[in-house]
């Protein structure tokens, strides 16, 4: 018998994928002469244990426990050297992983076809601050916002849509003090998430960056403008005095009914484009759309809201599409937090060393653990079990025993027939088997 058997999903994915093939070949610099176990294992050995459920170096023992679905697995030390030397490597190291990432990123969506989230012809990234609770004594943990210590790392992550979950596309590790809308942070983590992506969609305008607003910069928002041609752009703003005066002077026939996904009219929500002296000193182009609405039982008003409703606003250069759509899909940015509480369960929990460039480390395996929980479901699930989170993968997929039997020089996974996703599971293995091995 072994445990764990179910994650035989994500060592299948691992190999269609070619994942395992790119991250060895990106960590071959790193492979010492007469080494037993290659880098790119070990690493993804480690991002299989954080997928898994996984939230230190030492977890990798989980795998190394059941060779017959795992393979060897190195041990902690060898584990915690590899770390180190890719640390110390800088942003070599870190290049090397994220051009490997990019590289099977784009090949994963092409096997995806149809369900691929660039199969509507535009990609949506959303960017966003995590708050990672660490100890004091951690380098570059510091008091946040609210009140907490830890960490601010900006996260960036590819929108699946209403019938998928997500996948991480930038990772940028900040102090805890860092600021929610430090521009230079959000240009970087830009950069980082473009780089991910095919590059058939950094031109055309084939790429929407939609933020909070934390993103409501001038140089930020500049630095969008600047690639309006081929980069489109759903910013959050804060309301300011002059947006509130122009609010106020919104005559009501001005006000459009806001929609929801399903393309009902609810809740009395409006929205209206605002012009004049709000859009001085932005760039040419910017649409800058306000929406308002009764707040929720409970919910107290602020300073900024304007005859009891609540009011909230956003800025893009998206043209020729009615404000109401452009509205709704700025609200669907809300997605990105579904992506940050898989994240939180997913390794980023905390961060379990000590230096920044081994957090850092850290924070590309759980870029490549998130990866494998969003390529997995893109594979080889269908309907409602695309959309399950990772806790809930854990409980009735990886989570599930088999038996190991071996015969005719093979090997043979049996899953017990009562273990209600079973079937499931072999369905799922049964449509990675079906897709072309990398070349």
Not at 327 to 337: D, F, I, N, T, Y
Not at 426 to 437: K, S
Request: aromatic share 6%; proline share 5%.
């Amino acid at each position: 018998m072994v445990s764990q058997a179910g994650g035989v999903l994500l060592v299948e994915t691992v190999r269609k994928a070619g994942l395992d093939q790119a991250i060895s070949a990106a960590l071959a610099p790193w492979r010492k002469p007469r080494a037993v176990h290659d880098p790119g294992k070990i690493l993804l050995d480690v991002a299989l244990a954080v997928a898994l459920g996984g939230d230190c170096l030492a977890d990798v023992g989980m795998l190394r426990a059941e060779p017959a679905v795992f393979g060897p697995v190195a041990s902690d030390p060898t584990v915690s050297r590899l770390v180190s030397a890719l640390a110390a490597g800088g942003k070599r190291a870190l290049t090397a992983l994220r051009q490997a990432r990019a590289q099977v990123r784009e090949h994963v969506w092409s096997l995806a076809g149809d369900a691929a989230p660039d199969a509507a012809g535009q990609v949506v990234v959303d960017l966003d601050g995590v708050l990672v609770i660490a100890h004091s004594e951690k380098q570059d943990a510091a008091a946040t916002w609210k009140k907490t210590y830890g960490h601010h790392p900006l996260m960036g992550f590819v929108d699946h849509g209403r019938g998928g979950s997500g996948e991480p596309v930038a990772g940028l590790l900040r102090p805890g003090n860092a600021g929610s809308n430090t521009a230079a942070d959000h240009i970087e983590a830009a950069r980082l998430a473009l780089a991910q992506l095919p590059k058939k969609y950094r031109r055309g305008r084939r790429t929407l960056i939609r933020t909070d607003s934390g993103g409501g910069t001038h140089e930020f928002v500049d630095w969008l403008s600047a690639r309006g041609r081929w980069l489109s752009y759903s910013v959050g703003m804060t309301i300011t005095d002059a947006i509130h005066q122009a609010v106020l002077k919104v005559p009501a026939s001005a006000w459009t009914p806001a929609v929801e996904p399903d393309g009902e009219i609810r809740d009395g929500a409006c929205v209206a484009e605002l012009g004049g002296d709000c859009l001085k000193g932005w760039p040419e182009g910017m649409r800058l759309i306000v929406r308002k609405e009764r707040p929720h039982p409970g919910a107290q008003l602020r300073f900024t809201d304007a005859d009891g409703m609540r009011l909230t606003c956003f800025a893009t250069n998206t043209k020729h599409t009615s404000i109401a759509e452009l509205e709704l899909r700025h609200r669907q940015r809300a997605r990105a937090e579904d992506r940050i509480r898989a994240a939180r369960a997913t390794g980023l929990r905390n961060l379990p060393l000590h230096d920044i460039p081994q957090n850092q480390i850290w924070l590309e395996i759980v870029q490549i653990a998130l990866d494998l929980l969003a390529w997995m479901p893109l594979l080889a699930l269908t309907g409602q079990a695309r959309l399950w989170e990772p806790r809930r993968l854990r409980l009735r997929l990886f989570s599930a025993a088999a038996q190991l039997v071996t015969t005719g020089r093979r090997r043979i996974l049996r899953f017990a027939k009562h273990w209600p996703w079973a079937g499931l599971i072999t369905d799922a293995l049964q449509r990675l088997a079906a897709l072309p091995n990398p070349g």
